[in-house]
Nanobody, 128 residues
């Protein structure tokens, strides 16, 4: 059974930093692209970042580019999201998502395929 467990969320002031972690199990982690998506209060899912199977290629939403960094450690079956210079509009629940297909990037937006596994989410609140 695929399991994704996010952690690291919390409350921070604007300009602050947080590092989210996602521990994965139940599948061959090193063969799947991984993604972070988020959901702001009252809004739909927004794609945030993606990372390739070995971590060599990353993609970011324009809204976070230059401030967030996605990374992974295949030995630890984990993916991370380092978030710097946080803004109030970054507030939301952040989810780790496993791409449905091995070795492919099929997730490029918040419209997740029905077979895309995701975790329970971790809350990030940016407020002064």
């Amino acid at each position: 059974e695929v399991q994704l467990v996010e952690s690291g969320g919390g409350s921070v002031q604007p300009g602050g930093s947080l590092r989210l972690s996602c521990a994965a199990s139940g599948f061959v982690f090193s063969t799947y692209w991984m993604h972070w998506v988020r959901q702001a209060p009252g809004k739909g899912l927004e794609w945030v970042a993606s990372i390739s199977v070995r971590g060599a290629t990353t993609y970011y939403a324009d809204s976070v580019s230059g401030r967030f960094t996605i990374s992974r450690d295949n030995d630890k079956n984990s993916v991370y999201l380092q978030m710097n210079f946080l803004k109030s509009e970054d507030t939301g629940v952040y989810y780790c998502v496993k791409d449905p297909a091995p070795y492919k990037r099929t997730i490029q937006s918040g419209a997740l395929p029905s077979n895309a596994a995701r975790g329970q989410g971790t809350q990030v609140t940016v407020s002064s």
